[in-house]
Protein backbone atom coordinates (compact mmCIF):
# COMPACT_ATOMS: atom_id res chain seq x y z
CA UNK A 1 0.00 0.00 0.00
CA UNK A 2 1.08 3.43 -0.94
CA UNK A 3 1.80 6.19 1.98
CA UNK A 4 -0.94 8.33 0.87
CA UNK A 5 -3.03 5.11 0.19
CA UNK A 6 -2.80 4.08 3.75
CA UNK A 7 -3.20 7.37 5.46
CA UNK A 8 -6.50 7.71 3.28
CA UNK A 9 -7.88 4.61 5.03
CA UNK A 10 -6.55 5.25 8.57
CA UNK A 11 -8.30 8.86 8.39
CA UNK A 12 -11.53 6.86 7.50
CA UNK A 13 -11.20 4.28 10.13
CA UNK A 14 -10.21 6.64 13.02
CA UNK A 15 -13.37 7.86 13.56
CA UNK A 16 -12.41 8.79 17.50
CA UNK A 17 -9.57 10.90 16.42
CA UNK A 18 -11.90 13.33 13.94
CA UNK A 19 -15.15 13.08 15.70
CA UNK A 20 -14.25 13.12 19.18
CA UNK A 21 -17.18 15.69 20.61
CA UNK A 22 -19.65 13.08 18.68
CA UNK A 23 -21.33 9.89 20.07
CA UNK A 24 -20.58 7.14 18.10
CA UNK A 25 -21.82 3.98 17.45
CA UNK A 26 -21.31 0.55 16.45
CA UNK A 27 -23.42 -2.10 14.90
CA UNK A 28 -21.76 -4.99 14.48
CA UNK A 29 -24.01 -6.28 11.43
CA UNK A 30 -24.10 -9.99 9.40
CA UNK A 31 -27.36 -9.64 7.50
CA UNK A 32 -29.16 -11.65 9.71
CA UNK A 33 -32.83 -10.04 11.00
CA UNK A 34 -31.75 -9.88 14.35
CA UNK A 35 -28.60 -7.24 13.24
CA UNK A 36 -31.38 -5.14 11.22
CA UNK A 37 -33.31 -4.57 14.31
CA UNK A 38 -30.45 -3.81 16.10
CA UNK A 39 -29.87 -1.13 13.88
CA UNK A 40 -32.97 0.77 13.86
CA UNK A 41 -32.12 1.02 17.63
CA UNK A 42 -28.79 2.23 17.00
CA UNK A 43 -30.56 4.92 14.82
CA UNK A 44 -33.29 5.71 17.34
CA UNK A 45 -30.80 6.26 19.87
CA UNK A 46 -28.55 8.52 17.49
CA UNK A 47 -31.46 10.67 16.77
CA UNK A 48 -30.83 14.05 16.36
CA UNK A 49 -27.31 15.55 14.58
CA UNK A 50 -24.50 14.86 17.02
CA UNK A 51 -24.31 11.28 16.57
CA UNK A 52 -21.62 9.20 14.02
CA UNK A 53 -22.70 5.85 12.98
CA UNK A 54 -20.43 3.25 11.89
CA UNK A 55 -21.55 -0.34 10.49
CA UNK A 56 -19.13 -3.25 10.87
CA UNK A 57 -19.24 -6.78 8.67
CA UNK A 58 -16.42 -9.64 9.46
CA UNK A 59 -15.46 -11.88 7.39
CA UNK A 60 -13.28 -14.71 8.13
CA UNK A 61 -10.12 -14.56 5.99
CA UNK A 62 -9.38 -15.89 2.68
CA UNK A 63 -13.33 -16.99 2.57
CA UNK A 64 -12.29 -18.80 -1.18
CA UNK A 65 -11.76 -15.63 -2.22
CA UNK A 66 -8.80 -16.77 -4.12
CA UNK A 67 -10.53 -17.45 -7.58
CA UNK A 68 -9.58 -16.36 -11.54
CA UNK A 69 -9.90 -13.10 -12.27
CA UNK A 70 -10.44 -11.61 -8.33
CA UNK A 71 -7.33 -9.24 -7.92
CA UNK A 72 -6.93 -6.79 -5.14
CA UNK A 73 -7.58 -4.19 -6.80
CA UNK A 74 -11.21 -4.66 -7.70
CA UNK A 75 -11.02 -4.30 -4.03
CA UNK A 76 -10.41 -0.45 -4.81
CA UNK A 77 -13.60 -0.07 -6.35
CA UNK A 78 -16.99 0.45 -4.76
CA UNK A 79 -17.60 -2.44 -2.87
CA UNK A 80 -21.33 -1.46 -2.49
CA UNK A 81 -21.72 -1.50 -6.19
CA UNK A 82 -19.64 -4.77 -7.49
CA UNK A 83 -21.20 -6.82 -9.90
CA UNK A 84 -20.59 -10.24 -7.38
CA UNK A 85 -21.88 -11.61 -4.49
CA UNK A 86 -18.76 -10.53 -2.19
CA UNK A 87 -18.69 -12.14 1.40
CA UNK A 88 -20.35 -9.24 3.84
CA UNK A 89 -21.72 -6.89 0.50
CA UNK A 90 -25.34 -7.88 0.27
CA UNK A 91 -25.78 -7.64 4.62
CA UNK A 92 -24.06 -4.23 3.79
CA UNK A 93 -26.02 -2.95 0.54
CA UNK A 94 -29.37 -4.07 2.40
CA UNK A 95 -28.19 -2.25 5.74
CA UNK A 96 -27.68 1.05 3.50
CA UNK A 97 -31.09 0.82 2.69
CA UNK A 98 -32.22 0.57 5.56
CA UNK A 99 -30.70 3.89 6.67
CA UNK A 100 -32.23 5.22 3.61
CA UNK A 101 -35.38 4.42 4.52
CA UNK A 102 -35.06 5.56 7.91
CA UNK A 103 -33.95 8.74 6.30
CA UNK A 104 -30.59 8.64 8.19
CA UNK A 105 -28.72 8.57 5.02
CA UNK A 106 -29.63 10.85 1.82
CA UNK A 107 -28.44 9.96 -1.66
CA UNK A 108 -26.38 13.39 -2.09
CA UNK A 109 -24.62 12.81 0.74
CA UNK A 110 -20.34 12.88 -0.29
CA UNK A 111 -18.98 9.25 -0.54
CA UNK A 112 -15.46 7.81 -0.02
CA UNK A 113 -14.14 4.82 -1.01
CA UNK A 114 -10.56 3.76 0.78
CA UNK A 115 -8.98 0.33 0.60
CA UNK A 116 -6.31 -1.43 2.70
CA UNK A 117 -4.51 -4.48 1.66
CA UNK A 118 -4.73 -7.56 3.83
CA UNK A 119 -1.72 -9.98 3.37
CA UNK A 120 -3.13 -13.62 2.75
CA UNK A 121 -6.24 -12.12 1.80
CA UNK A 122 -7.33 -10.57 -2.08
CA UNK A 123 -10.16 -8.53 -0.65
CA UNK A 124 -8.89 -6.43 2.11
CA UNK A 125 -10.58 -4.28 4.14
CA UNK A 126 -13.12 -1.78 2.73
CA UNK A 127 -14.71 1.42 4.16
CA UNK A 128 -17.24 3.27 2.32
CA UNK A 129 -17.91 6.29 4.30
CA UNK A 130 -21.24 8.79 3.19
CA UNK A 131 -20.66 12.48 5.04
CA UNK A 132 -23.79 14.61 5.31
CA UNK A 133 -22.92 18.78 4.46
CA UNK A 134 -23.59 19.15 8.61
CA UNK A 135 -20.91 17.11 8.97
CA UNK A 136 -22.37 13.40 10.37
CA UNK A 137 -20.85 10.16 9.11
CA UNK A 138 -22.02 6.83 8.09
CA UNK A 139 -19.24 4.10 7.31
CA UNK A 140 -19.96 0.95 6.15
CA UNK A 141 -16.71 -1.49 6.60
CA UNK A 142 -16.56 -4.50 5.33
CA UNK A 143 -13.30 -6.12 7.25
CA UNK A 144 -11.11 -9.26 7.37
CA UNK A 145 -9.69 -10.83 9.92
CA UNK A 146 -8.92 -14.24 11.39
CA UNK A 147 -12.04 -14.98 13.76
CA UNK A 148 -15.43 -13.26 13.63
CA UNK A 149 -14.93 -12.24 17.55
CA UNK A 150 -11.11 -10.76 17.10
CA UNK A 151 -12.31 -8.51 14.15
CA UNK A 152 -15.18 -7.00 16.02
CA UNK A 153 -12.98 -6.56 19.25
CA UNK A 154 -10.31 -4.89 16.91
CA UNK A 155 -12.41 -2.26 15.82
CA UNK A 156 -13.85 -1.64 18.86
CA UNK A 157 -10.11 -0.70 20.57
CA UNK A 158 -9.43 0.84 17.47
CA UNK A 159 -12.53 3.12 16.94
CA UNK A 160 -13.06 3.76 20.65
CA UNK A 161 -17.02 4.21 20.41
CA UNK A 162 -19.38 5.65 22.96
CA UNK A 163 -21.39 2.21 22.31
CA UNK A 164 -21.01 -0.79 20.42
CA UNK A 165 -24.19 -2.66 19.28
CA UNK A 166 -24.26 -6.36 17.95
CA UNK A 167 -26.88 -8.51 17.52
CA UNK A 168 -26.94 -12.26 19.37
CA UNK A 169 -28.88 -14.15 16.75
CA UNK A 170 -30.08 -17.95 16.80
CA UNK A 171 -30.34 -18.43 13.04
CA UNK A 172 -26.94 -19.98 11.95
CA UNK A 173 -27.66 -19.81 8.11
CA UNK A 174 -29.24 -16.83 7.99
CA UNK A 175 -25.73 -14.51 7.31
CA UNK A 176 -23.15 -16.55 5.44
CA UNK A 177 -19.55 -16.40 6.59
CA UNK A 178 -19.90 -13.66 8.32
CA UNK A 179 -22.16 -15.11 11.49
CA UNK A 180 -22.10 -13.50 14.37
CA UNK A 181 -22.50 -16.98 17.01
CA UNK A 182 -24.02 -15.56 20.75
CA UNK A 183 -21.11 -17.20 22.05
CA UNK A 184 -19.30 -14.09 19.81
CA UNK A 185 -21.80 -11.86 20.69
CA UNK A 186 -21.26 -13.08 24.39
CA UNK A 187 -17.64 -12.71 24.13
CA UNK A 188 -17.40 -8.93 22.77
CA UNK A 189 -19.56 -7.62 25.51
CA UNK A 190 -17.21 -9.37 28.27
CA UNK A 191 -13.73 -8.67 26.67
CA UNK A 192 -14.48 -5.40 25.19
CA UNK A 193 -13.45 -2.23 27.88
CA UNK A 194 -16.07 0.26 26.25
CA UNK A 195 -19.90 -0.46 26.56
CA UNK A 196 -21.99 -3.04 24.79
CA UNK A 197 -25.20 -3.96 23.90
CA UNK A 198 -26.15 -7.34 23.20
CA UNK A 199 -29.48 -7.58 21.17
CA UNK A 200 -32.05 -10.25 21.35
CA UNK A 201 -35.54 -10.40 20.55
CA UNK A 202 -35.27 -6.94 21.03
CA UNK A 203 -38.47 -4.80 21.53
CA UNK A 204 -38.52 -1.32 21.54
CA UNK A 205 -40.29 1.33 24.04
CA UNK A 206 -40.26 -0.83 26.92
CA UNK A 207 -37.54 1.02 29.09
CA UNK A 208 -33.79 0.21 30.58
CA UNK A 209 -33.53 -1.96 33.68
CA UNK A 210 -30.90 -0.97 35.44
CA UNK A 211 -29.14 -2.65 38.21
CA UNK A 212 -27.10 -1.29 40.80
CA UNK A 213 -24.78 -1.57 43.72
CA UNK A 214 -23.60 1.10 45.82
CA UNK A 215 -20.07 0.51 44.54
CA UNK A 216 -18.97 4.13 42.93
CA UNK A 217 -18.40 2.37 39.84
CA UNK A 218 -22.08 1.00 39.13
CA UNK A 219 -23.14 4.58 40.02
CA UNK A 220 -21.20 6.08 37.43
CA UNK A 221 -22.30 3.39 34.98
CA UNK A 222 -26.07 3.87 35.70
CA UNK A 223 -26.18 7.60 35.25
CA UNK A 224 -24.25 6.66 31.53
CA UNK A 225 -27.21 4.29 30.57
CA UNK A 226 -29.56 6.56 31.77
CA UNK A 227 -27.55 9.39 29.08
CA UNK A 228 -27.64 6.83 25.94
CA UNK A 229 -31.64 6.22 27.39
CA UNK A 230 -31.95 9.54 26.90
CA UNK A 231 -30.99 9.76 23.73
CA UNK A 232 -33.87 7.39 22.44
CA UNK A 233 -36.73 8.85 24.80
CA UNK A 234 -36.35 5.37 26.60
CA UNK A 235 -37.33 5.51 30.79
CA UNK A 236 -35.17 4.14 33.13
CA UNK A 237 -36.07 2.00 36.07
CA UNK A 238 -33.26 1.31 39.12
CA UNK A 239 -33.16 -2.08 40.53
CA UNK A 240 -31.39 -3.87 43.21
CA UNK A 241 -30.81 -7.11 44.54
CA UNK A 242 -30.34 -8.01 47.91
CA UNK A 243 -29.25 -11.85 48.72
CA UNK A 244 -30.86 -11.69 51.90
CA UNK A 245 -33.55 -9.80 53.89
CA UNK A 246 -30.52 -8.05 55.46
CA UNK A 247 -29.10 -6.48 52.78
CA UNK A 248 -32.40 -4.33 51.62
CA UNK A 249 -31.42 -1.44 53.72
CA UNK A 250 -27.67 -2.11 51.57
CA UNK A 251 -30.05 -1.87 48.28
CA UNK A 252 -32.06 0.52 48.98
CA UNK A 253 -28.76 2.83 49.53
CA UNK A 254 -27.59 2.03 46.19
CA UNK A 255 -30.86 2.69 44.67
CA UNK A 256 -30.61 6.42 46.40
CA UNK A 257 -27.26 6.90 45.34
CA UNK A 258 -27.74 6.20 41.38
CA UNK A 259 -31.35 8.40 41.17
CA UNK A 260 -29.16 11.10 42.44
CA UNK A 261 -26.42 10.69 39.91
CA UNK A 262 -29.01 10.24 37.48
CA UNK A 263 -30.66 13.18 38.28
CA UNK A 264 -27.87 15.54 38.57
CA UNK A 265 -27.05 14.98 34.79
CA UNK A 266 -31.11 16.18 34.37
CA UNK A 267 -32.98 12.58 33.96
CA UNK A 268 -35.63 10.94 36.00
CA UNK A 269 -35.47 7.75 36.33
CA UNK A 270 -39.10 5.93 35.86
CA UNK A 271 -39.23 3.62 38.93
CA UNK A 272 -37.35 1.83 41.49
CA UNK A 273 -37.31 -1.76 42.18
CA UNK A 274 -35.86 -3.52 45.66
CA UNK A 275 -36.28 -7.69 45.33
CA UNK A 276 -34.32 -10.35 47.89
CA UNK A 277 -33.03 -13.62 46.23
CA UNK A 278 -30.36 -15.16 44.22
CA UNK A 279 -29.31 -11.60 41.59
CA UNK A 280 -28.94 -13.99 38.36
CA UNK A 281 -32.62 -15.47 38.75
CA UNK A 282 -33.52 -12.20 39.98
CA UNK A 283 -32.13 -10.37 37.45
CA UNK A 284 -33.23 -12.32 34.56
CA UNK A 285 -36.98 -12.61 35.46
CA UNK A 286 -37.56 -8.95 35.87
CA UNK A 287 -35.55 -8.05 33.03
CA UNK A 288 -38.08 -9.52 31.02
CA UNK A 289 -40.52 -6.99 31.20
CA UNK A 290 -38.12 -4.43 29.56
CA UNK A 291 -36.53 -3.96 26.22
CA UNK A 292 -32.68 -3.99 27.91
CA UNK A 293 -31.16 -5.06 31.39
CA UNK A 294 -27.90 -2.88 31.80
CA UNK A 295 -24.76 -3.92 34.34
CA UNK A 296 -21.91 -2.73 35.02
CA UNK A 297 -19.31 -5.93 35.95
CA UNK A 298 -17.52 -4.97 39.35
CA UNK A 299 -14.37 -6.54 40.55
CA UNK A 300 -15.13 -5.94 44.03
CA UNK A 301 -14.86 -8.92 46.73
CA UNK A 302 -17.41 -7.72 48.72
CA UNK A 303 -20.11 -10.52 49.19
CA UNK A 304 -22.94 -8.11 48.44
CA UNK A 305 -21.25 -6.03 45.83
CA UNK A 306 -19.80 -9.71 43.84
CA UNK A 307 -23.30 -10.23 42.25
CA UNK A 308 -22.62 -7.64 39.65
CA UNK A 309 -19.32 -9.79 39.25
CA UNK A 310 -17.99 -10.80 35.78
CA UNK A 311 -19.30 -14.18 36.45
CA UNK A 312 -22.56 -12.77 36.98
CA UNK A 313 -22.74 -11.06 33.84
CA UNK A 314 -21.89 -14.34 31.86
CA UNK A 315 -24.66 -15.96 33.41
CA UNK A 316 -27.17 -13.09 32.75
CA UNK A 317 -26.03 -12.86 28.83
CA UNK A 318 -26.77 -16.33 28.39
CA UNK A 319 -30.10 -16.50 30.29
CA UNK A 320 -31.65 -13.33 29.51
CA UNK A 321 -34.74 -13.69 27.19
CA UNK A 322 -33.74 -9.29 26.00
CA UNK A 323 -31.35 -7.53 24.91
CA UNK A 324 -28.29 -7.19 27.60
CA UNK A 325 -26.38 -3.63 28.41
CA UNK A 326 -22.62 -4.08 29.83
CA UNK A 327 -21.32 -0.70 30.28
CA UNK A 328 -18.29 0.59 31.74
Not at 102 to 127: C, F, M, R, Y
Not at 257 to 272: C, D, H, Q, T
Request: negative net charge; contains cysteine; glycine residues 6%.
Amino acid sequence: MTDKAQNDYDQASASDETTAERFSILVCTDGSDESFAALKYAVRIGSGTDADLTLLYIRPMDQGLRMAGLQASLARENMLNWGLELPGTKALRRARDRLVELEWLSVDWEQTITHKSVAGDPLGDNVTTYTSKEGRSIALKLHVATTIAEGILDECERGNYDLTIIAKSEDDDAAGPGHIHPETADRVALEHSGTVLVTRALEESHGHLVCVTDEESSIRAARRDAVIAARCMCPVYLLSVASEEEGRETAARAIAAAKSEIEAAGIRPSGEIIVIGDPITEIVEEGKKYSVIVLSPDASRSRWRRFFSKTTTIEVLKRAHNSVMVVR
